[in-house]
């Protein structure tokens, strides 16, 4: 196996047609910092987008930002800061989970994997703010999409195709993304001890408030130290405010009547707030046991506790909700979950992603959820047509894409 | 516009066709009569006409499922079409297809608010959601100025934006989830009422794709709670440069406005003769901005912008005291292209995008093409998100004229590609701006978009003529090149 690193788009080019002439197969890694997630990929060679690297346009009054694959997230963030802009997504550090280094993300990995955060009730996943982006398809042909500019229907989104496809279509060498102004402050107004079911009801009086909730989270008693180190355990349920001083200071009072009957609550300013939903974007409350296998459950909102309820698990079980309870980030003992997270899950719709499997338990046939066998031959004649010897990231995703 | 040759042999067996599908879709959802077919010969580009081989309209999913079924088998064209308010010919039927409409699927089938959605079928136009919702509050964000008639299967087909594209973004970020036929008949749903899916986004890909990959039955939209209140405040300038300006300086001040709008000069005169809405006339262009949102977070922006404008040079400023002052602000604006209708017998509303800060270039050449030209053309523009909507002016019955607006629109679309913006924002690529895609997309990069259509469309049956300028085969398409015992490239660093 060789380790191939392009320093340019036309040396990615040259590689992979080179790999493709012979027949081969290669794994496309940018930092690696999500090699873990999903299915390991066996393949011949390593290409290695490490060394495409750089911004190459920033202009923060267009709001649009574009770099090379494998420009680091910390890189860009920083130089967003700089003019108080930020990728509104919030993309999440799978690093920490995956027991790698955080902060390690490329903005490649970002968008193959399509990353979001607690802010995606609002504000969407990286999907939303991809606006373009050259790259390499498995035919060896290096060819675009999109452009640099927000409001584009020309042609189809091939943008959507690759965000979340894990490198299985095309190699991407340089992203275009939109970029927005930070909010200048945030706050978290936060409810203690409700049940899961009255969070969930709060979480649902909040979001359908004009009070512009950008994140709602409750983390269940059993894990609530994790988040604040408090010694004393009590389930708390947050709301996160942003925005511009005077329009925080009145929605939280709004906020806060709306919410009268769930109690009474209290308010974290930054940078604590900040700090909070980092470690709920990361799933760093959850247990660090090798023991345990890390589930991702995605379903609608409003069902996220009923699902939880009809779940009949050890006490073991460690979980949270995060977008107002339509993300569930699940810890449990052994591997064996799957079909029953993924039965129960078929009467509300949605779907469960194994992030992290246990020790010593071998490699789950699907992390991600299996698709209707129509959806699934769509999406191998996509992966097809645009790398028909399967030569890029082979079963990445499932076995045949 | 050349549109592929019709099939003989299928327009021959028109009569057979129907029947089979009139076994189909009993009663009257087969239409045959010349009279009858006159309706759908075109959609919103008017300009172009050709009536439909016949028109079908199904009502139930069971339905479409066996008429696209059908014509996969027999390899006839099919044509989808909602409102037909297109206005890049993405609805314009062909001589030797059927149109398939879906006006009859007009059904709100559930709202769940706990879930911030309502699953729509695909004939409900786009304010209709909002109707059905707005009693509790709530609202669907993308608002296409169609929205009165254009339906939502149609916004997902071409992506529809709208005035607050920037703060709430298009269609294809207010969607959950898709119910759709594929051309063999196979129904798929994308989505759903969550938020995340597994596999490749198909949704995504599905909206803005013109009709090209599949007939959407039934659609999952996200709605939201209706902000709490809007101001706008009204900016007139003595350039486009300096509203630029101030469009730039409100973005970088960190403030996102709801909307925000531009017209130059033609565009105010018309409008402020059309509606009286006490627009200054004599600035060189007018800005309307919003702010959305909480009181007290509207009210504090509003003091911000008028900060920021008045630094940018603003030379009339107003600010909209009560809600029917606001509805005033944008009374002219909205009614900007009939307005502009009324000083020309015809009007060509061209729409591209562009880097907002190439606006005082684009413009300035623009009044350059218009003198070449020797046509008229007023502009209004989404100036938060960089979209163009120039209206030329000409007349019809001028011989070569239409000719001579098509070609200025031409080369306004490629000036928007030179400056580093696209050919089309938010009206599609349809017929209309077919030919101009070579400007955008080189050979390779339009082979791998066709790749895409031999993945849901391998027959090309659905919508041909259409975004593409040159068909190709699947099986050409397929073809692998592959340089075989080419030396690996020693200039690639290997370890």
């Avoid at chain 1, 329009?247 to 939280?252: E, F, K, M, N």
């Avoid at chain 1, 009957?261 to 700090?275: I, K, M, N, T, Y």
């Avoid at chain 2, 597994?198 to 902000?227: A, K, N």
Wanted: glycine share 10%; with cysteine; hydrophobic share 40%.
């Amino acid at each position: 196996m060789s380790h191939i690193k392009p320093e340019n788009a036309a040396q990615l080019e040259e590689a992979i047609q080179w790999v493709l002439s012979q027949e081969e197969t290669m794994e496309i890694i940018g930092s690696g910092s999500k090699r873990k997630l999903g299915r390991s990929v066996k393949a011949d060679h390593q290409l290695d987008v490490s060394a495409l690297t750089g911004i190459t346009l920033y202009e923060p009054e267009e709001l649009v930002l574009s770099a090379r694959a494998g420009t680091s997230l910390m890189e860009i963030q920083e130089e967003l800061a700089k003019h108080n802009q930020y990728m509104a997504f919030e993309p999440m550090d799978y690093g920490p989970l995956l027991k790698g280094k955080a902060d390690a993300g490329t903005i490649g990995g970002m968008i193959a994997c399509n990353l979001s955060g607690p802010r995606r009730l609002k504000a969407g996943a990286a999907r939303d703010h991809f606006l373009g982006f050259s790259g390499v398809s498995g035919r060896g042909e290096t060819f675009k999409s999109g452009g640099r500019v927000v409001k584009n229907v020309t042609g189809y989104d091939l943008m959507k195709l690759m965000a979340g496809s894990y490198g299985t279509l095309a190699v991407m060498s340089d992203i275009t993304i939109k970029v927005l102004p930070a909010p200048p402050e945030e706050k978290s107004y936060v409810l203690y001890e409700l049940s899961d079911e009255e969070a969930n009801r709060a979480m649902s009086v909040a979001l359908n408030s004009s009070c512009e909730v950008s994140s709602a989270a409750h983390i269940p008693q059993i894990i609530s130290n994790k988040l604040t180190q408090e010694a004393e355990e009590r389930a708390m349920t947050l709301f996160r405010l942003e925005g511009h001083g005077p329009s925080i200071a009145y929605r939280v009072d709004k906020l806060a009547s709306i919410l009268v009957d769930f109690g009474q609550g209290s308010l974290v300013a930054d940078p604590e707030s900040r700090s909070l939903w980092q470690k709920l974007r990361d799933a760093e409350v959850l247990s660090k046991s090798e023991e345990r296998s890390i589930w991702r459950i995605s379903l609608p909102p409003a069902q996220g506790n009923a699902f939880m309820g009809c779940l009949k698990f050890n006490e073991q079980a460690e979980y949270y909700y995060d977008w107002a309870g339509g993300l569930i980030w699940l810890s449990l003992t052994g591997d064996h979950n799957a079909s029953l997270l993924r039965d129960k899950l078929k009467s509300v719709g949605g779907h469960a992603t194994l992030v992290r499997s246990a020790i010593g338990v071998e490699d789950a046939e699907n992390p991600q959820q299996p698709l209707e066998p129509g959806e699934h031959a769509l999406m191998k004649r996509i992966k097809d047509n645009f790398d028909p010897k399967a030569i890029l990231n082979p079963g990445r995703l499932y076995a045949d894409l | 516009m050349k549109m592929p040759d019709p099939d003989r042999s299928i327009m021959a067996r028109r009569d057979e066709i129907a029947e089979t599908l009139r076994e189909i879709v009993p009663g009257e959802g087969v239409i045959l009569s010349d009279r009858e077919l006159q309706v759908y010969e075109s959609d919103g580009l008017t300009a172009y006409r050709q009536p439909p081989l016949m028109a079908v309209l199904p009502q139930t999913v069971e339905q479409v499922s066996q008429v696209l079924a059908y014509c996969h088998a027999e390899g006839v064209k099919v044509v989808p079409r909602g409102s037909g308010t297109s206005l890049s010919g993405g609805a314009l039927p062909l001589a030797d297809a059927i149109l398939l409409c879906m006006g009859k699927f007009n059904q709100v089938i559930e709202v769940d608010y706990d879930n911030r959605c309502a699953v729509v079928q695909p004939g409900v136009t786009n304010l209709g959601i909002t109707k059905a919702v707005e009693s509790k509050g709530f609202y669907y964000a993308p608002d296409p100025s169609s929205q009165i008639a254009c339906s939502i299967g149609g916004n997902v087909a071409e992506n529809a934006g709208g005035v607050h594209c920037l703060k709430y973004g298009l269609t294809t970020n207010n969607l959950l989830g898709i119910e759709m036929v594929l051309i063999d008949g196979t129904v798929l749903r994308f989505g759903g009422k969550h938020l995340d899916s597994p596999g490749y986004d198909l949704l995504g890909l599905m909206t803005g794709s013109e009709g090209l990959l599949g007939v959407v039955t039934e659609v999952t939209v996200r709605i939201l709670p209706q902000p709490e209140t809007a101001r706008a405040l009204l900016l007139g300038f003595s350039s486009s440069e300096s509203a630029g300006d101030c469009v730039a300086a409100i973005i970088s001040e960190g403030i996102v406005p709801g909307g925000m709008e531009m017209m130059d000069k033609p565009a105010i005169e018309a409008a402020e003769a059309f509606v009286n809405a006490g627009y200054p006339l004599d600035v060189e262009a007018l800005l309307i901005v919003e702010l959305d949102g909480p009181q007290a977070e509207v009210d504090y922006l509003i003091a911000q912008v008028s900060r920021i404008s008045k630094k940018c040079g603003a030379v009339t400023s107003r600010i909209s005291q009560n809600e029917d002052e606001r509805q005033l602000f944008w009374a002219g604006r909205k009614a900007a292209f009939p307005a502009v209708g009324r000083l020309t017998p015809d009007y060509y509303c061209m729409d591209g995008t562009i880097p907002r800060n190439k606006l005082p270039l684009v413009l300035k050449r623009m009044r350059e093409m218009s003198e070449h030209y020797g046509l008229r053309v007023a502009n209004v523009f989404h100036a938060g998100d960089g979209n163009l909507h120039p209206l030329i002016m000409y007349d019809a019955n001028n011989p070569g004229e239409l000719e001579k607006a098509e070609d200025f629109g031409s080369d306004i679309l490629k000036l928007c590609v030179e400056v580093g913006g696209v050919l089309t924002g938010e009206h599609g690529v349809g017929v209309e701006k077919r030919d101009l895609m070579p400007e955008m997309f080189n050979e390779i990069d339009l082979k791998q978009q066709l790749r895409v259509k031999c993945a849901f469309d391998s027959k090309a049956l659905l919508n041909p003529g259409k975004v593409f300028p040159e068909l190709h085969r699947c099986a050409e398409l397929g073809r692998m090149h592959i340089h075989k015992g080419k030396l690996p490239f020693p200039d690639i660093p290997r370890f």
